[in-house]
């Protein structure tokens, strides 16, 4: 098992082994975070690809003073971010498709006895500001501890903490709407 | 009735815990290699772009000192010229037919 910084060095003499041993280690979690924000498997799929792609241009500029999973945790947020933001410069013109599409969103990993519950949260997640949405996914998605969140959005640890919260309570308010029409059914 | 709903949306922010992640098509490897190829990304090495760089910096410093000459030609023309306009003037003003 080679370590982070012989993953770095291969890539940048070309290895193509190397390309693959960090596709073993990281496609996961960047398809994962992506799918997080998009909802939509092709598009996390286009969002891998083009991490993959920065990581390659950009491997020289690894300055290492952070961690490689913390560096690429960051290429995949803003990456996903501005894909998003993109795609939502359409949105007027496919504003139905895009809606249908989230919310029947069902994450292929969630356990089963949490199918209907994960769904109402990726449907509601999307109320929440850019940071606070990030926050969300890293931390109760992803489930990274909270400084390493913070390392990745380049912010304090309490600046995340306050962010977690708000998005909480943002998202609280949301799912209390929900609530009553789920005593319903 | 208010500690079942607090539970409800305790258990919806919970609800991917222990989950699996989701994984990415067996065959996106294969594109992403495909698409490094094919863009054919190079690493420029540091030295090469610093040599880009002190080139691009003599042109400019080349073209700045030829504009600076050229604006400086223009007005001396000018001055010329409006000088033998006026001295051309009043010769032909002085010229008398006897």
């Known amino acids: 098992m080679k370590s982070e910084v012989e993953i770095i060095e291969a890539i940048i003499d070309g290895d193509e082994k190397a390309l693959a041993t960090l596709y073993t280690l990281y496609s996961e979690k960047i398809y994962n975070t992506a799918l997080s924000y998009t909802k939509i498997g092709e598009d996390a799929e286009e969002i891998t690809q083009d991490v993959f792609l920065k990581i390659f241009k950009n491997v020289l500029k690894f300055k290492r003073e952070s961690s490689l999973n913390t560096w690429i945790y960051r290429i995949t947020v803003n990456t996903s971010l501005n894909y998003l933001k993109k795609k939502n410069r359409f949105k007027i013109f496919n504003n139905r498709l895009i809606n249908s599409q989230s919310i029947d969103f069902h994450h292929p990993g969630v356990l089963l006895e949490n199918k209907e519950k994960a769904a109402i949260l990726y449907q509601v997640i999307d109320c929440l500001s850019k940071n606070q949405k990030t926050a969300f996914i890293l931390s109760y998605i992803e489930g990274l501890p909270r400084q390493e969140v913070a390392d990745i959005m380049e912010t304090s640890l309490k600046a995340v903490e306050s962010l977690l919260q708000r998005a909480k309570r943002k998202m609280k308010s949301e799912l209390e709407k929900i609530y009553p029409d789920r005593r319903k059914s | ?98």
Do not use: C
Request: hydrophobic share 40%.
């Open chain 2, 1 to 98: 009735m208010d500690e079942e709903k607090e539970k409800w949306v305790e258990a919806i922010f919970q609800s991917m815990k222990d989950s699996r992640r989701a994984s990415p098509k067996p065959e996106l490897l294969s594109k992403i290699n495909e698409k490094i190829h094919f863009e054919q990304v190079d690493f420029v090495p540091f030295t090469k772009l610093r040599y880009g760089l002190v080139a691009a910096i003599f042109v400019l410093l080349v073209n700045s000192i030829a504009l600076v000459y050229y604006v400086q030609n223009q007005r001396l023309n000018y001055k010329e010229r409006t000088f033998m306009n006026v001295y051309n003037e009043s010769l032909i003003n002085s010229y008398q037919i006897y």
